[in-house]
């Protein structure tokens, strides 16, 4: 069985539900799945874990930083939301404890609908940082709100569902899955 844990931020609780939605796509497909939020205690425990999803917000085309969340906070964000990141979450990963075990890893952001085209994502960043520890990035997404505080786009809390799904299939059978041809 492929275990899989997804650690996430959510300032409006926009990526946590597209967290939720990814989870259920995956158990839906047979994996044992933990969700945290970044800070949160054993966010960091790697150990075991076949496949690690990152989700973040896109705060100004990239991962946000602790004044784009204190702005967050002031446009009505839970102040808890704003404690951490997944920047300050990657920076925090001792790679030297997972040298011997690293995860696949899949990422994904939640973006404003009017920045869908733009180059910038919290996703990207999340790649580029994750392969420069040495991670393998195989999978990324995009997820798109009306605006800053929502609400999600119709149909994506669906597409995400989906994309756990997807993630499922794409990795069974490959090394993630330690449970194949068991």
């Known amino acids: 069985m492929m275990r899989v844990l997804i650690v996430f931020e959510s300032m ?5 539900a597209l967290a939720e939605a990814v989870a259920a796509g995956l158990r839906g497909r047979g994996a044992e ?14 150990a075991g874990c076949d496949l690690l999803v990152l989700a973040a917000p ?8 602790p004044a784009s969340r204190a702005d967050a906070v002031e446009r009505g964000a839970d102040e808890a939301a704003a404690t951490t990141g997944i920047r300050e979450w990657m920076a925090a990963l001792d790679v030297a404890v ?3 075990h690293r995860p696949v890893v899949a990422v994904f952001d ?3 609908r009017i920045a ?3 180059p910038g994502s919290a996703a990207r960043a999340t790649t580029r940082v994750m392969r420069g520890k040495g991670f393998d990035v195989r999978e990324r997404a995009s997820f798109y709100v009306e605006d800053v505080t ?21 990795l069974r059978g490959s090394p993630v899955d330690r449970g194949a041809g068991a």
Do not use: K
């Open 110 to 112: 939640t973006r404003a």
């Open 98 to 100: 997972t040298a011997d």
């Open 116 to 118: 869908r085209h733009w």
């Open 12 to 16: 409006f609780g926009l990526t946590a």
């Open 58 to 65: 896109t705060h100004a085309l990239t991962l946000s930083r």
């Open 150 to 170: 929502g609400p999600l786009l119709p149909g994506e809390l669906e597409r995400a569902h989906g994309w756990g799904r997807q993630l499922a299939t794409d």
């Open 33 to 46: 799945v933990s969700l945290l939020r970044a800070g949160a205690p054993g966010d960091h425990d790697l």
